[in-house]
């Protein structure tokens, strides 16, 4: 089978590191990859949104499936424009259709479809423009903090927490008048929920699932979660407050009902399902759904999955995942983020990397590098996840440490307190 994965960021490498373990792998694209997806893979100068020159690379390369990391090409409709081409439709798309990627496109389309199925989430209501009025009654209704949300996509900005109600109504104003542009035509206002958040991953065929090891990322850039927030700054799994029977919780009022509900509405779901959860007194709820594996947790996920993950997606495409038994890897994985120095504010590129050949008990998944000339140079804001294995999550934690300890380039920055709070 030839493979072509979309996306160039830790999460694609670490998809791209594990599908090459797979006897079922003939030949594996990544487009436009990163320098750590050239170790295992072909990387491919395509951008993951030119969905024609996608199609045709596929065609001339003979490419059977095409496995999505990011989401933007799902909302973009990738899936769709592949299966309603004649030429086109014998290639499999891991990834729900435009539609249903719109469970991370929309919050308010996720609101609704939560509402519909009972799945258990924060109470809600959505405001456009002319609403603002009864978007502010709304805001005196709740109690103080206020969880103010853009609609739309806000490259992970569009969410507000504001303590003080004459302040949220103003910011209330400045997004339904474009503060995100688009994305915040309309806001949803939420109950806030006071818990701790950690991530669980199905893959499913659009009636069967079956789930992935479950992961807790770090999102702030400072330790003690303080500061800005980042795309993630590492990554652990299992999680210590995660148990068997939270798991079991999460699976019967979550996912099933989750997995059901597509079947239901008749959506043409195929791929991965990211729950953002959070666990409330004991119960966990829905913090928001992606379509997609999370970055960093991938990074921590993929490499505590013993079963060949190319066949999971064979079975993904042809609706026989109720047959997939999935086995996991019962030691800790921690993953640690090397970034740029400013991120996640403004931050330089094409700084050298060296002392990579040193590290010897990490699996380093690339995300912002490059290969230039031979040399291996920053080009991202999030460098590089240093991925460990041990039986505790401190000696897993140990290791990613060490290992960037043996790597340099100008302005290398982590977190040292990953893990250390669970
Ligand atoms: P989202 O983009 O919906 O995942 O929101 C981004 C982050 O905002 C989440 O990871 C949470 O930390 C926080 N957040 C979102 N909604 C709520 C809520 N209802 N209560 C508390 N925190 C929230
Ligand atoms: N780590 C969170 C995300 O991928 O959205």
């Known amino acids: 089978m030839n493979i072509l994965l979309l996306g160039s960021g830790g999460r694609e490498h670490a998809l791209a590191w594990k599908m090459a373990q797979s006897s079922r792998l003939s030949k594996l694209y990544v487009a436009p990859g990163n320098g750590g997806t050239s170790e295992v893979a072909e990387n491919v100068e ?52 435009a539609a249903s990627a719109q469970l991370e496109g929309s919050k308010a389309f996720c609101k609704k479809f939560m509402q519909k199925h009972q799945v258990p989430t924060a109470a809600y209501q959505s405001f456009t423009a002319n609403e603002l009025e009864a978007g502010h009654a709304f805001l005196e209704s709740l109690k103080p903090p206020y969880v103010l949300k853009a609609d ?133 709820m829905v913090i928001e759904y992606n379509v997609r594996l999370g970055d960093p947790e991938t990074e921590v996920v993929l490499p505590r999955l013993k079963s060949d993950l190319v066949e999971l997606f064979e079975m993904t495409a042809n609706g026989t995942l109720d047959q997939a038994t999935v086995v996991f890897d019962e030691q800790s994985v921690c993953t640690v983020m090397v970034v740029s120095e400013g991120y996640p504010g403004s931050y330089p590129k094409g700084k050298k990397i060296t002392g990579l050949e040193n590290v010897t008990d990490s699996q380093v998944f690339h995300a912002g590098t490059t290969l230039k000339d031979g040399e291996l140079l920053t080009s991202g804001g999030r460098v590089m996840a240093f991925s460990s294995y041990g039986n505790t999550k401190e000696v897993a934690l140990a290791k990613s440490y060490a290992s960037i300890n043996k790597v340099c380039y100008e302005g290398i920055t982590f977190r040292k307190d990953i893990g250390f709070d669970l």
Do not use: W
């Open 46 to 97: 395509l951008a993951v949104n030119d969905f024609p020159s996608i199609a045709s690379f596929c065609q001339a390369k003979k490419v059977n499936m095409i496995v999505v990391g990011p989401e933007d090409p799902l909302v973009n409709g990738v899936k769709d424009y592949f299966e309603t081409n004649e030429q086109l439709k014998h290639i499999a798309v891991i990834g729900p259709d």
């Open 152 to 284: 739309g996509l806000a490259a992970g900005k569009g969410v507000l927490i504001i303590q003080n109600l004459a302040e949220a109504k103003a910011e209330l104003k400045n997004m339904l008048e474009g503060k995100f542009g688009k994305a915040s035509e309309k806001v949803v206002i939420e109950e806030f929920l006071d818990g701790i958040e950690f991530s669980v991953f199905a893959l499913t065929d659009g009636k069967n699932y079956v789930l992935l090891p479950v992961a807790k990322d770090y999102k702030r850039i400072g330790e003690g979660d303080t500061g800005l927030n980042t795309g993630g700054m590492g990554a652990v799994s299992p999680v210590p407050f995660v148990d068997a029977a939270m798991m079991k919780k999460v699976e019967e009022t979550i996912v099933k009902p989750t997995i059901n509900g597509f079947a239901q509405d008749q959506m043409n779901y195929t791929g991965f399902v990211f729950f953002g959860l959070i666990k409330v007194e004991g119960t966990p």
